[in-house]
Structure formats: structure tokens, C-alpha cells
């Protein structure tokens, strides 16, 4: 888990932006301006900051910001859309992201800042016969030694459940983690990535031991 610290003056997105990041797996901590970023900032591994704020602007902020910790992540998230702007950002900050976005989109660029900070998750995994690799997006079968080719929406669906081990997660949670979009009752779309995810981690896929469904709920991976 990672400690993203979140700036953001506008209290609707930064309340869903929160929820989502924190349905990824991450700490979240909300600032609504940039006064006393410096000192919370200490404690994250990765900055998310507006560029419209009251007060200090973002730009102002982020250079602070990196300053006092240069090899902390800043990844800047703004409506302004310009060149300019974005050239601005990145003279500093270590990503630009302009509104609208997707927030698969926003927690995928997060996790690769985090991978080239190396925080925000354990180097090595060990899940029954698997070792994961976190940082490297990797899967291995521990008894031969060699890459489990998983697809992206496997993998997604594998790490999100990972990032929260014996805690079960909804069908509808994953379903919005992973899609981004409202789960639609009925819809079997989860549960055929489910089983072919097993058909490549599971020793016995009919028996499975490693992604646990609970009846009636939703999945868990149990550790």
C-alpha cells in the first residue's frame, strides 16, 4: 500500500478520486489547498496535485514540493489542457494528467511512478505455488520458474484482490476498480475473466485455493 498525498480545492472529484484510489489499495491523504503540503508530504510516497488551487497555485506548490524531496513523485492533474501549461508542469512534476480522465488511467500512471520510485508495494509476493512481482507486473510459477502470461484485465483483477489479501472484495467493486464503470446485475462479464485468471494460477482450478469465491458476495485471495 502507498500513501498518496492528494491536493485538490474541488471537494467532488477529490471525494471520488479518494474512494477510487483507495479501492486500489492506497492510503489517501486530501488537502484542499497546498498550505501544509510540505510537512504532510513527508509521509507519502507520491504527490497528486491540482493546478487550480487557492492560494498557492500548483505549479508554486509542486516546485516546493520537489525542492524539499526531489525524488518524490509529483504527478500534476488539471483541466488546463494547453501546451504551455503542460510544459510548465513538466519542467518539475514527473507526469501531467488533464481532466476529464479516466481513473484506471490516473491509478495505472500512479502505480508507474511508484514502480520507478520503487515504494508503494513488497518486491516479491509468495501466493501458494506463485511468486509475484509487484514492481515488475510479473507472475511466476514457483515450482518451474516460468512467467504465467496473464492478460491485462487478469492481472488487473489479480492485483487489486492482492493489495487487499483475506479482505473479500464485491463483485461490483471489482467490476469498477477494473472496468471503470457501474456493474450491471447479471452481467457475467467478471466472472469469465474469474475463471480463466484460475485456469493459469490455480493447480486445480475446479478445486481452487488461491482466488476464493465467497458465495453470494464476491472473491477474496487469501494469504
Do not use: C
Amino acid at each position: 500500500m502507498a500513501t498518496v498525498l492528494y491536493i485538490e480545492d474541488d471537494t467532488e472529484i477529490a471525494g471520488w478520486v479518494r474512494e477510487h484510489l483507495e479501492r486500489a489499495g492506497h492510503k489517501v491523504v486530501w488537502l484542499p489547498s497546498g498550505e501544509g503540503a510540505i510537512e504532510r508530504a513527508r509521509d507519502a510516497d507520491v504527490v497528486v496535485l491540482d493546478v487550480m488551487l487557492p492560494g498557492l497555485d500548483g505549479f508554486t506548490v509542486g516546485r516546493r514540493l520537489k525542492a524539499e524531496a526531489p525524488a518524490r513523485p509529483i504527478l500534476m492533474l488539471s483541466a488546463r489542457a494547453a501546451v504551455e501549461d503542460k510544459l510548465t508542469g513538466l519542467q518539475f512534476a514527473d507526469d501531467y494528467l488533464t481532466k476529464p480522465f479516466h481513473p484506471e488511467e490516473l491509478t495505472a500512471r500512479i502505480d508507474v511512478l511508484l514502480r520507478r520510485a520503487g515504494a508503494g508495494a513488497p518486491e516479491e509476493l509468495a501466493v501458494g505455488h506463485l511468486s509475484v512481482r509487484m514492481r515488475d507486473n510479473v507472475v511466476v510459477d514457483g515450482r518451474t520458474g516460468e512467467e504465467i502470461a496473464l492478460t491485462g484485465k487478469q492481472f488487473h483483477i489479480f492485483m487489486y484482490l492482492l493489495r487487499r489479501p483475506n479482505q473479500i472484495a464485491t463483485k461490483e467493486q471489482i467490476y469498477e476498480a477494473v472496468w471503470g464503470e457501474p456493474y450491471l446485475d447479471g452481467d457475467k462479464t467478471l466472472m469469465v475473466h474469474i475463471r480463466h485468471l484460475r485456469e493459469k494460477i490455480e493447480l486445480d482450478p475446479a478445486s481452487p485455493t488461491i482466488l476464493e469465491t465467497i458465495r453470494g458476495i464476491g472473491y477474496r485471495v487469501r494469504l
